[in-house]
């Protein structure tokens, strides 16, 4: 089955304790992107990678990072995660090379920094 | 910048009623558009795809239209149900970049 896996869905951890959420899809997509929801702000990108080894900064980078080493995997890193950073985080991946390119999403995952 | 715009915030009607929710986008140099639904607590799930040579788009009782000139984009829902009750987003892409704008979102609820 194509999909687009997160792991954990769920996370509840304390300022400054460095965590990453790994997304993973199978579907051999060049391009795969993180975006956090917000009540009322709708989805933000934080950062996408074109391809392995080639990642760039969204709108909302500040805190994050990430890596790119394999096709399949796009882990999301927060260094030291602060309480601004709770919210609810999304993994995306696409082919993105036509206009009928359509993004597939990740279940999400919940962070709460404490 | 691309800005997108969804109103009403949430909306709620009599199951039956056909409805129309909207989005709105700033930068007519838009490549495709595309509507998701958000289910509580789950991810997103792509509905319909407007592609920029394409007015609409229809599947089953979804019909999303696309108008650049005007900056709009609506997706009517016909003959609503209690299942169609989840948060509608609107996101649209631009020529030559590589992310796309998401509205805030419509929570619809459709009552029994």
């Known amino acids: 089955e194509a999909q687009v896996t997160q792991n954990p869905r769920y996370l509840i951890t304390v300022t400054g304790k460095k965590l990453t959420v790994t997304c993973s899809q199978n579907?051999?997509?060049?391009?795969m992107s993180w975006y956090r929801q917000d009540p009322g702000l709708g989805l933000r990108q934080i950062y996408y990678?074109?391809?392995?080894?080639?990642?760039d900064k969204g709108d909302v980078p500040e805190g994050y990072k990430v890596s790119r080493k394999e096709k399949r995997n796009f882990p999301l890193i927060l260094e030291s995660p602060s309480p601004n950073q709770t919210s609810l985080y999304f993994c995306a991946s696409s082919l993105w090379t036509s206009s009928a390119d359509t993004q597939y999403f990740g279940p999400g995952t919940r962070l709460t920094v404490l | 910048k691309q800005e997108v715009t969804q109103i009403p915030a949430a909306l709620s009607v009599p199951e039956g009623e056909n409805l129309v929710l909207n989005c709105s986008f700033t930068?007519?140099?838009?490549?495709?558009l595309q509507w998701f639904r958000q289910d509580p607590g789950k991810g997103l799930t792509s509905l319909l795809l407007?592609?920029?040579?394409?007015r609409e788009q229809t599947s089953g009782r979804l019909n999303a239209s696309l108008d650049k000139s005007s900056g709009r984009s609506t997706l009517y829902i016909a003959a609503s149900q209690p299942g169609d009750s989840a948060t509608y987003l609107c996101?649209?892409?631009?020529?030559?970049?590589?992310?796309?704008?998401f509205g805030a979102g419509t929570r619809l609820t459709v009552k029994p």
């Open positions: 579907m051999n997509h060049e391009y």
């Open positions: 990678s074109m391809n392995v080894e080639v990642t």
């Open positions: 407007i592609q920029s040579s394409q």
């Open positions: 996101a649209g892409r631009r020529y030559n970049n590589n992310d796309m704008r």
């Open positions: 930068d007519s140099a838009i490549y495709n």
